[in-house]
């Protein structure tokens, strides 16, 4: 049996409570890592393949029990390649330049504005190299998940990269089925929004969100991060994020008041309620493809390279957000729904596909649509859990609300009571055993006082002597 140790927040299996999952900051600030992580897991899983996820963190230290106990390190990353991951980038690397077994990246991407311009990257450039290259020593290629990312690598002088785009759009193989259930938008429709804090604070899509939440009903906004999570579940506006008041997972947002948020700890929860929704447009790349994946049509609202680029592989409906500025009535939902094209997307996927599974096999990687079942054992056991509903703004004051939040806290308060006893014990033992050298030392060792006493002393005495 081969094992695959998978750098992701968590396994697809792993159910986790509400309240755990925020704590522990299981999709690492961003619930969009989940989807491609999952998608990841499930393809590499064969009957010969073991997939392990190593819960984000990383482990220099660890690099020996991983190349004993593993026989592949993967690594699915999104826009790893900005100023702000550097020093995630530069640990990685540490612990990939000691490893001896294979390690793979899947759709690594590099951040920089919608005009493609790489400068902002040159201070980190050292750091870039560094880990392509460690990269590149234990691997036919680098994945990468865009022409952008392609061309920034190539320019650095990196020639063993392949655009590939990202694990997330594999999940179900060479299948992708996206329909238009109706022939126009109205009212009555279900459309689901997201968008990052930068885009609502800084980019317009405050206004585009709030002209969609006067014209329909039934709009409802996804957020992604941990801080959109925390404010609907805790109300909790301690993160820096809750600055952004247009945001419709913070407290004082009418779409909040009106129960219209959701954050998801789980993407087969996401993507299962994303079925029953009519259209998906915002600035979320995988807020987006978890649509697609349910098979409901989405458009883009691209704000970065990371964004743009991944749509232009893919063919994803797009359009760039710093345009619409200028055309507030081209964001409506209604005129994005008419123009979608999503022949690009579903006819060329299958090539796509194909040359995902081509970039696995030359890196000596099984995948399960090619040597597995398709990912049926994976789906049926997925199908066995009960995993948590989408994250709701805390609105209620009932008892069924309240028992689970302050049972929670309850066990936090009491498991925090046990810890602190045994590191107050541990800090009293280490006390009691420096106190008895320190208690010998004394006795043997003059104070500092007394000896500097004794050094100045006769000079002092001496000098008093000659003035006499």
């Known amino acids: ?152 690598l190539r320019d650095l002088g990196f020639q063993d990269v392949e655009l590939i785009g990202c694990p997330s759009l594999f999940m179900y193989g060479k299948e992708l089925t996206v329909q238009k259930g109706a022939a126009e938008l109205t009212a009555e429709s279900r459309i689901a929004v997201n968008g990052s804090h930068s885009a609502v604070q800084k980019q317009g899509l405050d206004q585009v969100i709030a002209r969609a939440h006067a014209r329909y009903p039934h709009l409802t906004f996804i957020g992604q991060n941990l801080s959109d999570a925390q404010q609907l579940h805790w109300r909790d506006l301690s993160h820096p994020n809750a600055a952004v008041t247009a945001m419709p997972t913070h407290p004082d947002h009418p779409m909040y008041r009106e129960g219209k948020a959701r954050v998801y700890i789980d993407p087969i929860t996401w993507i299962d309620d994303l079925r029953g929704y009519d ?64 022949s690009g997307l579903v006819g060329n996927h299958q090539e796509r596909f194909e040359r995902f599974t081509g970039f696995l096999d030359r890196n000596g990687l099984e995948n399960t649509f090619a040597h597995g079942d398709g990912g049926a054992a994976h789906d049926a056991r997925m199908k066995e859990l009960s995993f948590p509903a989408g994250v709701r703004p805390w609105n209620d004051a009932d008892i069924s609300s309240l028992t689970s939040r302050f049972g929670w806290l309850q066990s936090r308060i009491a498991e925090l009571s046990l810890d602190n006893a045994q590191l107050r014990r541990e800090l009293a033992r280490g006390a009691a055993k420096a106190a008895k050298p320190a208690a010998a030392k004394a006795v043997a060792t003059p104070s500092v006082y007394r000896r500097a006493r004794r050094v100045v002393a006769r000079p002092i005495r001496r000098a008093l002597q000659s003035g006499k």
Do not use: W
Not at 97 to 122: D, H, T
Not at 296 to 321: G, K, M, N
């Open 1 to 152: 049996m081969k094992r695959i140790l998978l750098r992701s927040g968590k396994s697809p299996y792993d159910v986790v409570p509400v309240e755990q999952a925020l704590h522990q900051d299981v999709f690492a600030t961003n619930s969009g890592n989940l989807i491609f992580s999952d998608a990841s897991h499930k393809i590499l899983q064969t009957p010969d393949t073991e997939v392990v996820s190593n819960g984000i963190r990383t482990d220099i230290a660890a690099a020996d029990r991983i190349n004993e106990e593993y026989d592949a390190f993967v690594v699915p990353l999104a826009n790893a390649f900005r100023p702000s991951f550097e020093p995630q980038l530069q640990r990685l690397t540490r612990l990939i330049s000691r490893l001896k077994i294979p390690v793979v990246v899947l759709g690594i991407g590099a951040q920089a504005g919608l005009n493609y311009n790489a400068a902002r990257l040159k201070p980190m450039e050292e750091s870039v190299r560094a880990f392509v290259s460690a990269v590149l020593d234990r691997s036919a290629s680098i994945g990468v998940r865009g022409e952008f990312t392609e061309k920034y």
């Open 279 to 342: 259209f998906s447009f915002g600035s979320r790349i995988h807020g987006n493809i978890a649509a697609l994946l349910a098979g409901t049509p989405a458009t883009v609202l691209c704000s970065d390279s990371r964004t743009l680029e991944l749509c232009r592989y893919f063919e994803i409906p797009h359009r760039r957000i710093d345009k619409l500025r200028e055309h507030p009535e081209a964001a409506d939902p209604a005129a994005l729904y008419a123009e979608a094209d999503f």
